[in-house]
């Protein structure tokens, strides 16, 4: 017999949220309840989860679970996230958490906290770990210095099989958290010679040298090799991860495609945020709220200053608006339609810098291809606006003033949209931060001023 709603409520009653059910453990302090309610979580609610939690709750869960387990948590969060929570830890807790991070990520946490913060904490950590979370800190964190680990496995050239089988059984508790693919091989200065296939490694003889077995000359990237050029490697080569070497060729550490991948999608949105107006950073509900407050203010003050600059336009011909209302209808459609045709030609540009494609000198030629686009579309919204203008009051002049302000101010904003990215990368101001606002101030002003300006020329025939 199947279960009345009343049932069925009833036993809603006994079936808790997630968050519901972690917070309880909390309070309860059962460490093995609290572990068990993070085990049945899938990987990507982890975050969700923690997120509901207060600020109190997620220092007290850190510091509840073994150190482990609790940098397993601050790994599952995004970056800004886990560093807010490390700031508030007290250093030495925070310092025995972060010993356990892998090191790309111990350098990317340690990178977002305050310089007094970072330093003390490194002073408590492991030597080794501080070490190498100094060095990794000092490459900007998207290049291949800044995404790569320092936890992979690496012998001399002159070393047997027996030696490297010595020593993975030995270490076999370190080098059970690597992602070991491959072994590294190296010569007596440090520098990469070769790379070591496990089953090349299992299937030798054990007095054969690591030098005979191995991959000569394999593919590296420099330390300093960006992002966009990492991005482009990996789309070429399907391999798991590539060996980081410095100016000497040293072997300095390994970065993984799926780290490669986690920072492009970091950067893009990054890259949407400041194209939105956000500055400071990643912003995420979990911040404080004075501080998420401050972030967007600062940029919608400068905005209110452009909106007024461009609504002037209109109080300059309020006399012509005033005369001809009908306008009024069209000026939000014209500056909004070429504000979507020029953020069309900013996100070409922004994709085209990120891939390498297009540098601030190509300004010239990105200006006659996006010029070309604008005259096809302008003329095309420029004539549907037009008619419709027409169609609506009768008055040829109206839908001539519509349709020409229409056309030309596409084919501004097209222009301005291709070719301001360039303009400010090459000035060393960040496109995705400014590009929008002066766009659409711009066509704004461009768009009230056709408008108006060809209504006050045409006057006698739209009265």
């Known amino acids: 017999m199947g279960k009345t709603v009343e049932d069925k409520n009833k036993l809603h009653q006994y079936v808790k949220e ?22 049945n979580l899938p990987h990507h609610e982890t975050a969700r989860v923690v997120s509901q939690l207060s600020e109190e709750e997620q220092s007290q869960l850190l510091l509840l679970l073994p150190d482990e387990e609790a940098a397993d948590l601050l790994e599952s969060l995004p970056e800004s996230h886990a ?4 700031e ?25 906290l305050r310089e007094q913060s970072a330093d003390a904490i490194l002073l408590r950590m492991e030597p080794a770990e501080a070490a190498d979370a100094r060095r990794l800190m000092q490459y900007p964190r998207d290049s291949a210095g ?19 089988l010595a020593d993975l059984r030995q270490n076999a508790r370190n080098y059970r958290e690597y992602d070991v693919q491959y072994l590294y091989v190296t010569d007596g200065d440090a520098k990469l010679v070769g790379v070591l296939r496990l089953r090349d490694l299992l299937l030798a003889d054990p007095d054969d040298t690591i030098a005979s077995l191995m991959i000569r000359d394999p593919l590296a990237v420099d330390v300093e090799t ?15 991860g590539v060996p980081v070497i410095d100016r000497d060729k040293k072997l300095v550490g390994v970065v993984r495609q799926q780290d490669v991948e986690a920072a492009a999608e970091s950067r893009s949105g990054r890259t949407m945020l400041k194209f939105t107006g956000i500055l400071g950073g990643e912003e995420l509900r979990s911040m404080p709220l004075r501080l998420r407050s401050l ?37 939000p459609i014209i500056s909004d339609m070429s504000g979507c045709s020029g953020n069309q030609a900013v996100a070409v540009s922004m994709r085209e810098l990120a891939l390498g494609l297009t540098e601030p ?18 003329f095309t919204l420029g004539l549907l606006l037009g008619l419709v203008a027409f169609g609506w009051k009768g008055i040829p002049a109206l839908g001539l003033v519509v349709g020409a302000a229409m056309f030309l101010n596409t084919v501004v904003a097209v222009c301005i949209g291709g070719s301001v990215p360039l303009i400010l990368k090459g000035l060393n101001h960040d496109p995705a931060l400014a590009s929008g606002p002066i766009l659409t101030t711009i066509t704004d002003m461009c768009g009230f001023f056709l408008v108006l300006s060809f209504a006050q020329y045409m006057l006698p025939w739209l009265v």
């Open 226 to 240: 960006p992002l966009e050029a990492l991005e482009r490697f990996f789309e070429r080569h399907p391999f798991f």
């Open 83 to 86: 560093a807010q929570l490390v």
């Open 361 to 378: 000198a190509d300004c010239f030629r990105v200006l006659l291809k996006e010029a070309a686009v604008g005259l096809i579309n302008g």
């Open 18 to 39: 997630p968050v519901d059910e972690l917070r309880e453990s909390l309070r309860q302090g059962n460490v093995e309840r609290v572990r068990a309610c993070l085990e």
């Open 146 to 164: 800044g995404l790569m680990i320092s936890e992979y496995v690496a012998y001399p050239d002159n070393f047997r099989v027996e030696d490297v």
């Open 295 to 331: 972030r967007r203010l600062s940029w919608l003050s400068i905005n209110i200053v452009l909106n007024i600059i461009a609504a002037s336009v209109i109080a300059f011909h309020q006399d012509t608006l005033a005369q001809v209302i009908a306008l009024a209808v069209f000026l």
């Open 88 to 112: 508030n830890m007290d250093t030495s807790e925070a310092a025995e958490i972060l010993n356990e991070v892998e090191s790309d990520e111990q350098a990317d946490i340690l990178g977002r």
